[in-house]
């Protein structure tokens, strides 16, 4: 029997509140386990440079801005199906207007990012409506192409450097927060000092932005998203005005691409078009990233990035020829798991640290 | 509200691409709690019709009223919003999400209700549906026949005043069937006016007040169901008798 007979049916009378005979939940017993295993290895991080030498907190730099990368690429392409190849031009043009404001208006560093983040975000909402008119691969293109067009308007700007770029004076970190109480609480040279604050602040910046998009793909909001993406058209048919929540994803996603971008050469000190505005550093990476982890989970990007990480340290040795052994793994991977390697260990043995499916359940005593 | 009982007008509705006429110049009116059913060959411009009420087509000339208001510019979302929910002949299902979530993203974005409410409002779909037992299953990974009837389930969790079903029955046994026709009614009974294109007439006539025949984009004949299935323009139509 396939149909049930018709019971009652809520379709003009709002159901009464206390009439719960549904409930839906995401969570399940591991994914509150990973919640509290987060929140102990958060803290092992916050305290981590108490004890790691300089090296390794420059590579969890390296590691918690391209996870901030992996992560919003994700939820722009993977949930989204905004699939730019082109986020590279966030990255510059943060990073430039970081150089800016701090070059030309002497703003201290945090400042900058910030203010990195909403010239970003505003440049992009204002190519958006133009990018939006290409669909599919023509999405990808023009989203390469607009990056390429920013890195040269870039380097037309000689008091920035110009194609050549530029450097900023070691004077700006005086600035940085908490910069003169890290020097004297673990007695570290100011150089020091700085990379323990940039490693905080990279970590702040990472767990905020994990914690919006899982919170974001698992809101209502995130669902509409999701659907307009699997159809544009039948998501409208119920309601989804599918172009508004890919603008605001676009825009938020750009925003925040930039803030990472700043703070990534605030780091490096030294800026140049060709560098800030890299498809191999700030776009193959994180694609590389997000697909051998898997797509549309949040741990897909954090294995992800583990084996990048892992991958750079023990082939970088061998010059570009790592470049050639990244390609190869992701095809690969492609190839014999499509849905990552997370994502087919999660589908093998059914688990799900940060599940983000809403189940339905009819309540016990109905 | 004003006397006027009818709640969707068309008003010489035309539409054709290139050469070929889909609608040509259509007239209609759907009453309150009115289910009208619509036949016609494949071709005919049937659903070509539901594009043109919920916004997914414009019209090239016409105007589309509901409940008073002029919707003829209205984007397909907010013509949702205002009531009109509908189903796709082929199915168009949101594949990457579940069954229950699919339902959620109507009755949060459609039916625009509290998170709470719409837990509540398409587990109750789900069971009148069938598909409760499918809730957390993918949409992608849904047989066919399942996929139909999401198309009506997701209807329905826009809460609909006005719901346009395109061949919802073929390839059901006569058990389904007759239950979807229950099914059917008790929706009506809820108020919802309803547009039905239908090529299993049997359950069509079984619910509908009324009967439009469309060829080649015009309506051949219309009223009631008995009369217009007798009529000579539905005969020429389905027989070849010529009219
Ligand atoms: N977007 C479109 N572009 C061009 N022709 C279309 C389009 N949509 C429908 N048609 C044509 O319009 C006619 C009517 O189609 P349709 O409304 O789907 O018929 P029905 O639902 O009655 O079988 C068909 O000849 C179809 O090929
Ligand atoms: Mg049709």
């Known amino acids: 029997m396939m149909l049930d007979r018709p019971q009652h049916l809520p379709l003009v009378a709002d159901p009464a509140p206390a009439n719960t005979v549904w409930r839906a939940t995401s969570e399940t017993r591991l994914s509150r386990v990973a919640r509290i295993a987060g929140l102990a290895a958060l803290a092992g991080l916050i305290l981590l440079p108490a004890i790691a030498p300089r090296t390794l907190l420059q590579d969890l730099f390296f590691v918690f801005t391209i996870l901030t990368l992996a992560q919003l690429w994700n939820v722009l392409a993977g949930w989204g199906g905004l699939v730019s190849v082109g986020q590279q031009a966030f990255v510059g043009l943060g990073a430039y207007v970081l150089f800016a404001a701090i070059g030309l208006g002497s703003l201290d560093p945090v400042s900058s990012i910030a203010i990195a983040a909403v010239a970003t975000a505003i440049i992009a909402a204002l190519i958006g409506p133009l990018l939006f008119r290409l669909e599919g691969p023509y999405f990808a293109i023009g989203s390469w192409v607009a990056a390429e067009s920013l890195r040269l308007v870039c380097a037309q700007f000689k008091s920035l450097g110009g194609g050549t770029?530029?450097?900023?004076?070691s004077?700006?970190?005086?600035?940085?927060?908490?910069?003169?109480?890290?020097?004297n609480l673990f007695g570290v040279r100011p150089a020091i000092a700085r990379d323990i604050v940039l490693y905080w602040i990279a970590l702040a910046i990472v767990v905020v932005v994990m914690l919006a998009i899982y919170r974001f793909v698992k809101s209502r909001h995130g669902l509409a998203l999701a659907a307009s993406r699997d159809n544009d058209r039948a998501a409208g048919s119920v309601g989804v005005r599918t172009d508004r929540i890919r603008f605001a994803l676009w825009v938020a996603v750009a925003g925040m691409t930039g803030a990472i971008g700043a703070l990534a050469y605030l780091q490096k000190a030294r800026i140049s078009p060709d560098a800030a505005?890299?498809?191999?550093?700030?776009?193959?990476?994180?694609?590389?990233?997000?697909?051998i982890g898997g797509v549309r989970t949040i741990e897909g990007p954090v294995v992800g990035v583990m084996i990048l990480w892992g991958l750079i340290f023990y082939l970088s040795q061998y010059g570009s020829l790592y470049l050639l052994v990244l390609g190869v793994i992701a095809i690969l991977v492609m190839l014999f798991m499509p849905k990552g390697i997370w994502g087919a260990a999660s589908h093998r043995w059914n688990?799900?640290?940060?599940?983000?499916?809403?189940?339905?359940?009819?309540?016990a005593y109905h | 509200m004003m006397a006027n009982r009818s709640m969707l007008e068309l008003k010489g509705i035309s539409k054709a691409f290139g050469a070929i006429v889909v609608a040509s110049d259509i007239d209609l009116t759907l009453s309150r709690g009115?289910?009208?059913?619509?036949?016609?060959?494949?071709?005919a411009g049937k659903s070509t019709l539901f594009n043109l009420i919920t916004g997914m087509l414009r019209p090239d000339r016409g105007r589309i009223i509901l409940e008073g208001e002029d919707i003829t510019q209205m984007p397909p979302e907010a013509r949702c919003r205002a009531g009109l929910g509908r189903s796709f002949q082929i199915p168009l299902p949101f594949t990457h999400l579940t069954v229950f979530e699919n339902l959620s993203v109507a009755a949060l974005f459609g039916a625009q209700v509290s998170e709470a409410e719409a837990v509540q409002l398409c587990g109750e779909i789900l069971s009148l549906t069938g598909l409760e037992t499918k809730a957390n299953v993918l949409a992608g990974s849904l047989p066919l026949l399942d996929r139909k009837r999401l198309e009506l389930a997701r209807a329905l969790a826009t809460r609909p005043r006005i719901l346009l079903l395109d061949e919802i029955a073929g390839g059901l046994t006569d058990a389904e069937c007759h239950l979807l026709v229950e099914t059917i009614r008790e929706i009506r009974k809820g108020g919802v006016a309803i547009i039905w294109i239908e090529h299993v007439v049997h359950a069509l006539l079984a619910v509908v007040d009324g009967l439009i025949a469309l060829d080649f984009g015009k309506i051949a004949t219309q009223g009631a169901p008995?009369?217009?299935?007798?009529?000579?323009?539905?005969?020429?139509?389905?027989?070849g008798v010529p009219a």
Do not use: C, H
């Not at chain 1, 770029?165 to 004076?169: K, N, R, Y």
């Not at chain 1, 004077?171 to 020097?183: A, E, R």
């Not at chain 2, 009115?34 to 071709?43: D, H, K, S, T």
């Open chain 1, 165 to 169: 770029g530029m450097s900023l004076q």
């Open chain 1, 171 to 183: 004077s700006v970190y005086s600035s940085l927060p908490g910069l003169k109480s890290v020097q």
């Open chain 1, 277 to 291: 505005f890299s498809v191999t550093d700030w776009t193959a990476y994180v694609l590389f990233v997000v697909i």
């Open chain 1, 351 to 363: 688990v799900q640290l940060f599940p983000t499916q809403r189940r339905l359940f009819r309540n």
């Open chain 2, 34 to 43: 009115e289910a009208l059913g619509v036949i016609g060959p494949n071709g």
């Open chain 2, 226 to 239: 008995a009369d217009v299935m007798r009529s000579k323009e539905v005969q020429a139509i389905y027989m």
